[in-house]
Structures are given as C-alpha cells and as structure tokens.
C-alpha cells in the first residue's frame, strides 16, 4: 500500500530537525483554494461525477463547498492507485426535512494536487428519520455508505467502486452562513465540519482501460471543513 507524499514530507521534516534545523518542511495542513484551483477540482468534479449515477447530482452542490476562497483540509489518506497524494478534502452534507420524515446525505470530497488533480476519492452516505435530519451514518460499503475512486489522465478516467470495506460519516454543527450564498425558499447553506474515516479494502473497476489493480485506500478519523444545505420539503 502506498502512502504518497505525506509520508515523504514526514521524513523530510524528521531529518531538518535532526540536523538543528528551525523550519519544518511538509504539505499545508490547510489550504485557501485560489480561483484557478477551485476551477480546476470542479471541471475535474464534472467530469466524473456523470460516471455513476449515485453521485451524478454532486457538481451542482460541490460548487458551493469548492468556491475560489473555501478551505480544504490534508487528510492522511493512504492508497495504491493513482499519482498518490497529498490529498486534501471537504465535506458536503445535505439534510432534508420533510412533514412526516427526513433524510441526510454525506459526501467525503477528497483530491489530490489542488492545481491539477488526478486523482479523487468520494464518500458517499446516507441515513433517513422521522425527526430532524440525522447527522451521522455509518457501515458497510454498499449499504448505507458507499465509496468511489477515480483517477484522471486526460479525457481518459479509470474508476473504482468500493466493494469491500466500512466507513463512517458525522456532520458538525452548523456555523455561520454560507459566504455569498443565494438562499431560496426553503434551502439554507452553513459553514459545518464533517468528520470521517474509511477502509476501502477493495474495489471493483468497471470504468476505464484495463487495470489488474484492486484499489484501495483508507482513512484514520479526520475531521474537515465543509458546509451543511438544509432544505424543508413540504
């Protein structure tokens, strides 16, 4: 299994400082996405998201969690496909409140190069109720959660669908509104965390040229910055 370039920029900053050196080198722990960054991981969200059905929706919300100026957060994700990371991710949840129910949606959006991403791994969830929106999920792949890897090379994408594995999803509480958010009738967007963890310990390619590779790729509890869309259904 490989572990991109966090583990490199570990080691990296472990010898700095065994040579007395004050300045310790590695990837940001959080980024402010420029314009062109966010341009960038959203055209790629358009592309692939059309691949599976499940996630076809997500480049219409992504835009708002993706925006030039929103936060992104390095999560130590370690896989063995692709160009390897660092990664980066943010979280999107979407709880809808219905009269007699209601339902939430989880999506773990997590890219590697922020500036030319190649590779994207996404978590999905979901979780239904009969009060408020829950704000949790967890369990198998293929169930309640689902998971979903891509990598890019051009106008050629490879994609994995998670097959074997568990993975647990929790919204934060929501915070401030949305910056620049236009709000409509009963939709309203918050800053909210999302906290997550996986173990896609196999996947099955069904996009793409092809490949012998069993993707998989897995996530201690990670916490990152994201948004909460509340809508009130009648």
């Keep these: ?32 996405l420029s314009a062109a960054q966010a341009t960038a991981v959203m055209n790629k969200i358009i592309q692939i998201a059309p691949l599976r059905t499940q996630i076809a929706w997500l480049a219409d919300s992504a835009n708002l969690v993706l925006r030039s100026g929103a936060e992104a957060n390095l ?10 990371g660092p990664f980066y991710a943010v979280g999107l949840r979407r709880g809808i409140q219905r009269t007699s129910d209601s339902f939430s949606t989880f ?18 969830g979901f979780a239904s ?26 106008s ?20 401030t509104a949305c910056p620049g ?17 996986f173990n896609v310990s196999g996947a099955f390619q069904d996009v793409g040229p092809a490949s012998n590779i ?7 509890t990670t916490t990152v910055s994201g948004i909460l869309l509340s809508y009130q259904v009648p």
């Excluded at 999560?75 to 390897?84: L, R």
């Excluded at 999506?107 to 999905?124: E, G, K, Q, V, Y």
């Excluded at 009060?131 to 369990?139: E, L, M, N, Q, V």
Aim: proline fraction near 6%; aromatic fraction near 6%.
């Design 214 to 220: 069993d993707a998989q790729a897995n996530l201690s």
């Design 75 to 84: 999560v130590p994700i370690a896989t063995n496909f692709g160009n390897g």
């Design 129 to 154: 109720g009969t009060g408020a929106p829950p704000t949790s999920t967890s369990g198998n792949f293929d169930g309640p959660v689902n998971g979903y890897l891509f990598h890019i090379e051009g």
């Design 156 to 175: 050629t994408v490879t994609a994995w669908h998670a097959a074997l594995g568990t993975a647990s999803l929790s919204g934060g509480n929501p915070g």
């Design 181 to 197: 958010f236009q709000s409509s009738t009963g939709v309203t967007c918050a800053l909210a965390s999302l906290t997550a963890s």
């Design 1 to 32: 299994m490989r572990f991109g370039r966090t583990s490199v920029g570990l080691v990296i900053s472990l010898i700095g400082l065994g040579c007395g050196s004050d300045k310790a080198t590695g990837p940001e722990t959080q980024i402010t």
């Design 107 to 124: 999506d773990l959006i997590a890219f590697n190069d922020p500036s030319n991403p190649t590779d994207f791994i996404i978590i999905d």
